[in-house]
């Protein structure tokens, strides 16, 4: 069984700087594509940044572009979201997540494997 544990949250100032972890086990065949989604009080989640384990094409929502990387350690089976210039709008719950599911996000699906998440909470 697929588990995803993630780590890395807290809390920070507007303009600062985090690094999320997460790392996957229990799969039997390794996930093609892994993702961040995020989602905040009162509104839908939605889809940060995706990479392809693959060949390490990656994928990031508008309103993170320039700011946020995923990125990926194969040997240790983690997948990592930096995020630098944080800004009070990126306060939610990160999910770290593995392909697979009913949902399409960047030519990957997701939605069976999910993490339990972790807070990050920025501050103006």
């Known amino acids: 069984q697929v588990q995803l544990v993630e780590s890395g949250g807290g809390s920070v100032q507007a303009g600062g700087s985090l690094r999320l972890s997460c790392a996957a086990s229990?799969?039997?065949?390794?996930?093609?594509?892994m993702g961040w989604f995020r989602q905040a009080p009162g509104k839908e989640r939605e889809a940060v940044a995706v990479?392809?384990?693959?060949?390490?094409?990656?994928y990031y929502a508008d309103s993170v572009k320039g700011r946020f990387t995923i990125s990926q350690d194969n040997a240790k089976n983690t997948v990592y979201l930096q995020m630098n210039s944080l800004k009070p709008e990126d306060t939610a719950m990160y999910y770290c997540?593995?392909?697979?599911?009913?949902?399409?996000?960047?030519?990957?699906?997701?939605?069976?494997?999910w993490g339990q998440g972790t807070q990050v909470t920025v501050s103006s």
């Open positions: 990479i392809d384990t693959g060949g390490s094409s990656t």
């Open positions: 229990g799969y039997t065949y390794r996930p093609t594509c």
């Open positions: 997540a593995a392909e697979g599911g009913g949902t399409w996000y960047w030519g990957c699906t997701f939605g069976y494997y």
